[in-house]
T-cell receptor
């Protein structure tokens, strides 16, 4: 596609339920990032995929959070047993990151997750 | 610890005025520094990207500067417009293969 696509755009879920958020990066981009942004806060790094390397999971806040990137393209962020503090906008970005990585990172519009 | 600090946290200016936003970082090694604009409810959009060898880069009314020795960057907005009201985020990339590190942003409000 022309840009990074995220789905759903909005998700309301009950506390304790599992949710899956999807990110379709720009075709050919080797790097994919997940961030989350709570209301009025800055972006919080969650996880980073780069090519075939092991992902950098250092930002995942708990073991309830996991992410996969299948075939080096689409990524799914899964939150198990959701809590109210998980409510936030989850943003995905992709980049071609050739060499030093001096390339643009493009963001999707985000998924607004509300846990009630 | 690799960090990106921005100041001020928020800023209110009158339409037509200029302003400068600051970014200090401790990321090392350093590949590049980016400034993003994030409108409310939207994903961040890139304004500039600078490598360690670049001192300044402009994008219309936006001019970014970088001092890699002092690890400081600034974003100068000239002749502000109402549409400049947004969050401006400083982002630093360390060595290749590492994730982007985001500052918390400066919220700019331009009023008429």
């Amino acid at each position: 596609g022309a840009g990074v696509s995220q789905s759903p755009s909005n998700k309301v879920t009950e506390k304790g339920k599992d949710v899956e958020l999807r990110c379709d990066p720009i075709s050919g981009h080797t790097a994919l990032y997940w961030y989350r942004q709570s209301l009025g806060q800055g972006l919080e790094f969650l996880i980073y995929f780069q090519g075939n390397s092991a992902p950098d999971k250092s930002g995942l806040p708990s073991d309830r959070f996991s992410a996969e990137r299948t075939g080096g393209s689409v990524s799914t962020l899964t939150i198990q047993r959701t809590q109210q503090e998980d409510s936030a906008v989850y943003l995905c970005a992709s980049s071609s990151e050739v060499g030093l990585g001096n390339t643009e990172a493009f963001f999707g519009q985000g998924t607004r997750l509300t846990v009630v | 610890k690799n960090q990106v600090e921005q100041s001020p946290q928020s800023l209110i200016i009158l339409e037509g005025k200029n302003c400068t936003l600051q970014c200090n970082y401790t990321v090392s090694p350093f590949s590049n520094l980016r400034w993003y604009k994030q409108d409310t409810g939207r994903g961040p959009v890139s304004l500039t990207i600078m490598t360690f060898s670049e001192n300044t880069k402009s994008n219309g009314r936006y001019t970014a500067t970088l001092d890699a020795d002092t690890k400081q960057s600034s974003l100068h907005i000239t002749a502000s417009q109402l549409s400049d009201s947004a969050s401006y985020i400083c982002v630093v990339k360390g060595q290749a293969g590492t994730a982007l590190i985001f500052g918390k942003g400066t919220t700019l409000s331009v009023s008429s």
